[in-house]
């Protein structure tokens, strides 16, 4: 991580495991539990106030992260981001437990992710992170369901809502509301299908504040977002997002270390997001993303290189470079880079 790439540079160091166990205790009845391991080491732990700290943080209601060691330059940290029981009940299905709820359609940014807000940046957690929370979900056919769910953050703050997603004229739609951490009211819809083989999707939300609700302006945030994959398997994506939320955030770094939730999963109001990818050979794949950020005068540039090593082992670049004027006049930049090794395995 570095600003200019003459001047010093940041280094870390990062080894991490995932292990995800299921047990079908019966045909109704299904448990899951999965947890990811992190051994970090390097500068961020030396140079970055509390970051042992930031590492350890837990959202949820219940707090299943800790720090099992930590020094002043490493940190080994354990979080159980998955602790569900799945019941079945014909139609019906009922999820307790830490789980994705997962309300999203568009790619970059979801207005509709109101449960778990996720940073496209955050490449290495794909899995993504999950809400302590119930969920029942009802299939009123064999294109619809609705869905019902609460949640409960590590402060008490409450958001549930209802969504009813169905399949019409060969798209996929939903409508959605309730309450955003006890705070606003919210309703929403969106849409995913596709124009002469290009993917066509978005989203909308509508949030209005819980108190003074008469006397206050709602705010919006919304996303379009389209994709083809041509016949020689490049893909293109495109995505638009207008966020009305103000950011209160002073350069890049605070955006990228803090904690996500739907009101605050972009730099500015508009936003332009574009993607690239190509599989070169089977076994070589090259992606490039880029946003704009108008309102800032501002980019974003991320290539992204894979190399497949084995059936189960792959390798990585990636990079990551900000550029954008958070006060008129001053110019802020940051650059991260990356090499990443990936084993997967089952037992």
């Keep these: 991580m570095y600003e200019e790439i003459d ?26 539990v999965e947890m990811r391991n992190r051994f970090i080491y390097g500068d961020f732990m030396k140079m970055i106030p509390g970051y042992n700290t930031m590492v350890e943080q837990d959202q949820g209601w219940m707090n299943l992260s800790v720090n099992m060691l930590e020094e002043n330059s490493f940190v080994l940290n354990s979080n159980i981001d998955r602790a569900y029981l799945d019941l079945y009940f014909g139609k019906l299905q009922i999820r307790a437990g830490r789980q994705r709820i997962n309300w999203g359609r568009t790619f ?5 992710d109101i449960f778990n807000a996720y940073s ?7 899995e ?12 009123t056919g064999s294109s619809s369901v609705a869905q019902a769910a609460v949640k409960i953050d590590r402060n008490d703050n409450v958001t549930a809502a209802g969504i009813y997603q169905l399949n019409k004229w060969g798209y996929d739609f939903q409508l959605l509301g309730g309450i955003l951490n006890s705070e606003d009211w919210i309703v929403g819809a969106g849409w995913s299908g596709d124009i002469k083989g290009a993917g066509f999707r978005g989203e909308m939300s509508y949030f209005r504040p819980k108190e003074n609700f008469s006397d206050t302006s709602g705010t919006v945030m919304m996303s379009l977002s389209g994709d083809y994959t041509f016949k020689n398997s490049l893909s293109i994506r495109a995505e638009f997002l207008y966020n009305g939320f103000s950011q209160n955030i002073s350069d890049f770094s605070d955006y990228y270390f803090q904690t996500l939730s739907v009101k605050n999963i972009s730099f500015t109001d508009y936003s332009v997001f574009a993607q690239v990818s190509y599989p070169i050979n089977p076994l070589f794949n090259g992606s490039f993303s880029a946003m704009l ?17 084995t059936d189960n082992m792959d390798i990585s670049f990636i990079l990551q470079h900000f550029n954008g004027e958070f006060n008129e006049g001053t110019r802020e930049k940051m650059t991260l880079a990356f090499l990443r090794l990936k084993w997967s395995f089952a037992k």
């Design 7 to 32: 001047e010093n540079w940041l280094s870390d160091q990062l080894i991490h495991n995932r292990l995800n166990f299921k047990w079908y205790i019966s045909d109704n009845a299904t448990a899951t």
């Design 108 to 112: 970059a940014w979801n207005p509709n």
């Design 120 to 126: 496209f940046f955050d490449f290495d957690y794909v």
């Design 128 to 139: 993504k992170p999950g809400s302590d929370a119930v969920l029942v979900q009802y299939y």
């Design 293 to 309: 950020f108008p309102s800032m005068n501002g980019f974003y540039i991320g290539p992204d290189l894979s190399l497949s090593l």
